[in-house]
């Protein structure tokens, strides 16, 4: 919604609109003719929607509808993709026995060495 103005004028005659904050102290000072020439470049939401042709609106609407989709099953998605996350964190996982120095896995073939020349 616009801010509402009150209209004044200075003591050179020049007129003014005084923009004010809630509790009615001045917060902004705009000549009429510069805010009055602003407000007239901008259209409202209401013309720019009248402006629009019916099958624009109906592509415009219908876009808005899959952005909602696809944000929905994304949404979805990432839940899943949480809840398995969270799912596999929360098992332990199981433990292997430490190795010994003598078991067989550790008695291995000593690795050829180069003969020496």
């Given at each position: 919604?616009?801010?509402?103005?009150?209209?004044?004028?200075?003591?050179?005659?020049?007129?003014?609109?005084?923009?004010?904050?809630?509790?009615?102290?001045?917060?902004?000072?705009?000549?009429?003719?510069?805010?009055?020439?602003?407000?007239?470049?901008?259209?409202?939401?209401a013309e720019v929607e009248a402006a629009r042709g019916p099958m624009e609106k109906k592509v415009r609407k219908a876009a808005g509808n899959a952005v909602k989709s696809v944000k929905r099953s994304v949404k979805g998605a990432v839940a899943a993709v949480e809840r398995v996350a969270k799912r596999a964190s929360g098992r332990r996982?199981?433990?292997?026995?430490?190795?010994r120095p003598g078991s067989p896995l550790e008695r291995r073939r000593p690795s050829p060495r180069p003969k020496s020349p």
């Open positions: 919604m616009p801010t509402r103005r009150t209209t004044m004028r200075s003591r050179t005659g020049t007129k003014l609109y005084a923009v004010r904050d809630a509790s009615g102290q001045f917060k902004d000072i705009q000549t009429y003719k510069r805010a009055h020439a602003a407000d007239l470049r901008h259209k409202s939401k996982q199981r433990r292997r026995p430490a190795r």
